[in-house]
């Protein structure tokens, strides 16, 4: 089974927490100081919401029940001819899970997980960090969002030589 994910970044996590709790009629299945989860049937959606990034959407995604589901999800992305950043055994929104993360060709991030635990902490994504850092790498050098993040080598040539 398939769950479409949202991640919304907010200035005030207690404000937004009463504002979604009335919208969906069911409280947070995760509530941490600067991080709420709901993991909602109908409409069948993870919606997360921290305090960790400028506010609106941050990302979306779609959460799967197995490794092979991501091998699959994986699959299709780089089929398409998206670059993909993959993470194994990462903490990340207070679990732990495998990853694929991609930008759309408008340039919003898209991130296929398969979650196996729980985590202690928040946690950083080393490859959502390397997406942003190539799309602000790119919009500064270009002038425009990214189509799909290319590797650092390529981006250093193309941008280098004036060819952006």
Known sequence: MKRLH??????????????????????????????AKWMLDDPKVNLAISTHRTPGLDHVGIQVDS??????LSSRLKA?????????NTTCCYAQSDKSWVSDPAGLRWETFFTFGEAVT???????????AQAKS???????????PE???QKAMACGTGSC
């Open 6 to 35: 949202l991640h919304v970044s907010v200035p005030d996590l207690a404000q937004s927490i009463q504002f979604y709790e009335t919208l969906f009629g069911a409280p947070p299945s995760v509530v941490k100081d600067d991080y």
């Open 67 to 72: 490794a092979a589901e991501l091998g699959e």
């Open 80 to 88: 398409a001819g998206a670059q993909t950043f993959d993470e194994t």
């Open 122 to 132: 928040y946690g950083e994504s080393q490859a959502l960090a390397a997406l942003e």
């Open 138 to 148: 790119t919009a500064a050098c270009c002038g425009a969002p990214a189509a799909a």
């Open 151 to 153: 590797p650092a080598a």
